[in-house]
Nanobody
Framework: QVQLVESGGGSVQSGGSLRLSCASS????????LGWFRQAPGKEREGVAA???????RYIDSVKGRFTISLDNAKKTLFLQMNTLEPEDTAMYYC??????????????????WGQGTQVTVSS
């Protein structure tokens, strides 16, 4: 089974930054749909950012201009750089990858592998 492990979460003040990492046990992470999702207590899980083998990136409106998704193929690591964090960004963040080659998607059903999650807490 492919394993994804997130790290980099923590507690920051509003306006601060965090960089989340997602390491994969696969030989390569390229050629697959890759995404970051988040879920706050009592809320549904939502897609935040996604990318694919073509280099296409997608973001939900609320994080555009603040978050950046990127992939380091050599390190087999997916990143989510989060700047100008807001209390509304507080959630458990998960990385995800598709089994087969695909495209950037915010649909959870598009993904087959999920990390255990890393907590992000933003205080006022």
């Amino acid at each position: 089974q492919v394993q994804l492990v997130e790290s980099g979460g923590g507690s920051v003040q509003s306006g601060g930054s965090l960089r989340l990492s997602c390491a994969s046990s696969e030989y390569t992470m390229s050629g697959h749909s890759l995404g970051w999702f988040r879920q706050a207590p009592g809320k549904e899980r939502e897609g935040v950012a996604a990318t694919d083998n073509s280099g296409t990136t997608r973001y939900i409106d609320s994080v555009k201009g603040r978050f950046t998704i990127s992939l380091d193929n050599a390190k087999k690591t997916l990143f989510l750089q989060m700047n100008t964090l807001e209390p509304e960004d507080t959630a458990m963040y998960y990385c995800a990858a598709s089994r087969y080659r695909g495209y950037a998607s915010f649909g959870a059903s598009s993904y087959d592998y999920w990390g255990q999650g890393t907590q992000v807490t933003v205080s006022s």
